[in-house]
T-cell receptor
Framework: GAGVSQSPSNKVTEKGKDVELRCDPI?????LYWYRQSLGQGLEFLIY????????KSGLPSDRFSAERTGGSVSTLTIQRTQQEDSAVYLC??????????????FGEGSRLTVL | AQSVTQPDIHITVSEGASLELRCNYS??????LFWYVQSPGQGLQLLLK????DTLVQGIKGFEAEFKRSQSSFNLRKPSVHWSDAAEYFC????????????WGLGTSLAVNP
């Protein structure tokens, strides 16, 4: 597709269950970011992938959170043993980092997670 | 520590009125600066950015922003607001160079009265 695609758009789960959120970035974008946006809050950085480099995981709030990026493209954010405080919108963004890049991040529409 | 501050949590303006949204940054050196807009239920979209050069930058949808080094500010402006401008506005900054991690402000929610 032309833009960043995220799935599912909405996810309701029970406390203690694991969830997987998927992000399909724009083709050719080597950088991929995950952010969390809670109600009334700004964007909380979670993790950043850049090409084949080791990801910057400094924003992951606990070891229940993990992410991977397979083949330099699609990324999956996994939350294990979900808690109610994990309820938020999870945003994925990608950017082109080659010659002529503008630094712009292109965002998906997010995955809204509700933990009951 | 590096930070981005948006002092106004919520602003309401009348349609047709002018708008200024404030953004202040704290960085060791002049960062790259961005304004993004998030319409309800949507992802974020880049309005404009400042890397260097002309301190007044033009963006999409009739927005502009002025970089003022002396005030560590990058305020967003629009001469005449339209009802469709109601949204959340985020200011962000990052270091020049290869570290692409953005620091985000908490956002300003804009409401537009008819």
């Amino acid at each position: 597709g032309a833009g960043v695609s995220q799935s599912p758009s909405n996810k309701v789960t029970e406390k203690g269950k694991d969830v997987e959120l998927r992000c399909d970035p724009i083709s050719g974008h080597t950088a991929l970011y995950w952010y969390r946006q809670s109600l009334g809050q700004g964007l909380e950085f979670l993790i950043y992938f850049q090409g084949n480099s080791a990801p910057d995981k400094s924003g992951l709030p606990s070891d229940r959170f993990s992410a991977e990026r397979t083949g330099g493209s699609v990324s999956t954010l996994t939350i294990q043993r979900t808690q109610q405080e994990d309820s938020a919108v999870y945003l994925c963004a990608s950017s082109f980092t080659g010659t002529g890049n503008t630094g712009e991040l292109f965002f998906g529409e997010g995955s809204r997670l509700t933990v009951l | 520590a590096q930070s981005v501050t948006q002092p106004d949590i919520h602003i309401t303006v009348s349609e047709g009125a002018s708008l200024e949204l404030r953004c202040n940054y704290s960085y060791g050196a002049t960062p790259y600066l961005f304004w993004y807009v998030q319409s309800p239920g949507q992802g974020l979209q880049l309005l404009l950015k400042y890397f260097s050069g002309d301190t007044l930058v033009q963006g999409i949808k009739g927005f502009e922003a002025e970089f003022k080094r002396s005030q560590s500010s990058f305020n967003l402006r629009k001469p005449s607001v339209h009802w469709s401008d109601a949204a959340e506005y985020f200011c962000a900054a990052r270091n020049a160079g290869n570290n692409r991690k953005l620091i985000w402000g908490l956002g300003t929610s804009l409401a537009v009265n008819p």
